[in-house]
């Protein structure tokens, strides 16, 4: 996400120009991906201030991004009508839960870091939501059942491609036949703009062999504004601006392909009432050419 853990400040750095260093570590980045302990970062990451800990340091950008987030969320929910449980893993400090307690029927599950787990308590406990200290890849529960996995840049997080598949391996175990998995997830390939070097096409396969279809494949989030915006010291109006001409660009260029932000949403096998129709999915998974994203430039929140 938004800091590179690997930055360095030696103090010759203090001598180089700062477009200078900006140029050379957009160029570090896109050529060498450094492959640290992601969980020892996220951990960390609590020691910032407000949402900076979960997603970028320019807090007007998060705000907008928040909203958009909720947007889609409230899009994807079904006519709830009976007690619906949702799996929030890699919850960080709470905020996408509390977003979902403010459904009547909607009680939550949320895992992340004990760390994260005690700022989420602190900030946004509610009564509908069940706080979990716990790594995704160790969190399973053979009693549990959700409606909803949701994944709001967790899985992506997850740097050691083995403890990222067992996490995604965990959740599908733990989502009822018929029920959803959301990935709001930067899944990219690309050095520049990967987290976890992992991509949508790898995501969709691995659920594909547990049981699960794609059913949307989209994007939020236009990478090369994200990346120009997201950490910048923009004022609120200016971000504001900015913010919506890149989604609507994003619109106009190809949600997935210029997304930093992938969508991706899989039902399990089985029935599962949709408010949306089916035969208006912005891209049909199966059609959708995924490969590109290896070939284009599709960064670290
Ligand atoms: C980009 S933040 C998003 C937080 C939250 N979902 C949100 O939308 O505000 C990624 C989150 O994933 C969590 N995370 C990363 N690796 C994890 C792991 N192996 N197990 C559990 N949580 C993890 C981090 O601690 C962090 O809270």
């Known amino acids: 996400m938004a800091n590179n853990p690997a930055k360095s400040g030696s103090g010759l750095s203090a001598l180089v120009p700062r477009p200078l260093k900006r140029f050379l570590g957009m160029l570090r980045r896109a050529l060498i ?3 640290y302990d992601s969980s020892a970062y996220w951990r960390k990451r609590t020691e910032a201030q407000g949402e ?11 705000r907008c991004y928040r909203r ?12 709830i009508d009976r007690e619906y449980r949702v799996l929030d893993i890699g919850c960080g400090v709470g905020t996408v839960a509390k977003m979902l307690a403010q459904h009547p029927l909607i009680r939550i599950d949320a895992v992340d870091f004990p760390e994260m787990i005690a700022a989420a308590r602190r900030e946004n406990s509610s009564p509908c939501i069940t706080y979990i200290a ?18 709001s840049a967790c899985f992506s997080a997850i740097r050691d ?28 390939r690309w050095n520049y703009l990967a987290r976890s070097k992992f991509s949508s096409r790898q995501v969709i396969a691995l659920m594909d062999s547990l049981g699960f279809t794609c059913i949307r494949k989209s994007g939020v989030l236009f990478w090369p504004y994200r990346e120009w915006l997201a950490n910048s010291d923009f ?5 504001e601006k900015h913010f919506h001409r890149g989604e609507r660009l994003l619109k106009v260029l190809g949600a997935h392909l210029w997304a930093d932000y992938k969508i991706l949403e899989f039902v399990k ?21 995924e490969h590109t994203e290896n070939r284009q430039p599709t960064s670290d929140n």
């Open 134 to 151: 716990s790594s995704a890849e160790d969190y399973f529960d053979s009693q549990k059942r959700y409606d909803l996995v949701l994944s």
């Open 52 to 62: 900076a800990r979960v997603l970028w340091r320019n807090e007007a950008y998060n």
């Open 33 to 35: 991906y450094r492959n």
């Open 68 to 79: 958009r987030q909720q947007e889609l969320i409230e899009a994807f929910l079904p006519e």
């Open 161 to 188: 491609i083995t403890s990222l598949r067992q996490a995604i391996r965990n959740c599908a175990a733990m989502t009822a036949p018929g029920g959803r998995m959301l990935m709001l997830d930067p899944f990219h």
């Open 235 to 239: 004022p609120p109006e200016q971000i």
């Open 269 to 289: 096998v089985g029935k599962v009432r949709l408010k949306h129709d089916l035969s208006n999915i912005e891209h049909n998974c199966h059609r959708d050419t």
